[in-house]
């Protein structure tokens, strides 16, 4: 069936460092896509969203960049904190069905100070 | 304002018991959705109300009973449990419509239950 996954299940950096959080889905009909962060004890947050005819849209500290071509969606945190570490999900959608998010895998991100 | 409230936060019931878990929303949302998360999975879709009406349940066991009393509230009735079922169950909601981000779904703190 279709997936969403992504490369690494942890990737840690230095606080003050660039990240980066990749996710591939494999869904061609897959039209919105939103990275959530979800702390332990607690819901999923969301963070961002970006739409298939978009291929890049920024917020505060948070870029997102999709590449339709290869299926690949990021996150890219800029300064990152200790309070970014969380496990972060990509999650995707079709234009039809479109209240079922389909998760990918996760990724804990681990900031030291 | 992007809350969605859950209680109880903890839960812990035997297999023979009855329990709700309920969600709330003021964000005017007309859709409203039950996940289910094991520890370190993501969340998985266990049912959807669009406009107070169940517009999907993705197969879940009879022993779990979604009610959604008016647009703002939405309950999971839980009866006869299985250990399994352990797990932390979330509450989400959006505006029930697509295009332009009214697809976004927000998510409750969850309620983490166990079943003994």
């Known amino acids: 069936g279709e997936s969403v996954g992504l490369h690494l299940p942890t990737l840690s950096v230095q606080e003050g460092d660039n990240s980066i959080i990749n996710c591939a889905y494999s869904?061609?009909?897959?039209?919105?896509f939103i990275w959530y962060k979800q702390e332990s004890g607690k819901g999923p947050q969301f963070i961002i969203d970006i739409r298939s005819n978009m291929d890049k849209r920024q917020g505060q500290r948070v870029t997102v960049l999709l590449n339709k071509t290869v299926k690949h969606l990021s996150l890219q945190i800029a300064a990152t904190q200790p309070g970014d570490s969380a496990v972060y999900f990509c999650?995707?959608?079709?234009?039809?069905?479109?209240?079922?998010?389909?998760f990918g895998t996760g990724t804990r991100l681990l900031v030291s100070p | 304002d992007t809350e969605v409230t859950q209680t109880p936060k903890h839960l812990v019931m035997g297999m023979t018991n009855k329990k709700s878990l309920k969600c709330e929303q003021h964000m005017g949302h007309r859709a409203m959705y039950w996940y289910k998360q094991k520890a370190k999975k993501p969340p998985e879709l266990m049912f959807v109300?669009?406009?107070?009406?169940?517009?999907i349940n993705e197969s879940v066991p009879s022993r779990f009973s979604p009610e959604c009393p008016n647009s703002s509230l939405l309950n999971l009735h839980l009866h006869a449990l299985q250990p399994e079922d352990s797990a932390l169950y979330l509450c989400?909601?959006?505006?029930?419509?697509?295009?332009?981000?009214?697809?976004?779904?927000?998510f409750g703190p969850g309620t983490r239950l166990l079943v003994l």
């Open positions: 109300y669009s406009y107070e009406k169940l517009s």
């Open positions: 989400a909601s959006s505006q029930g419509e697509y295009g332009r981000g009214r697809e976004t779904q927000y």
């Open positions: 999650a995707e959608t079709p234009n039809t069905g479109f209240q079922k998010l389909v």
């Open positions: 869904n061609s009909a897959s039209d919105y």
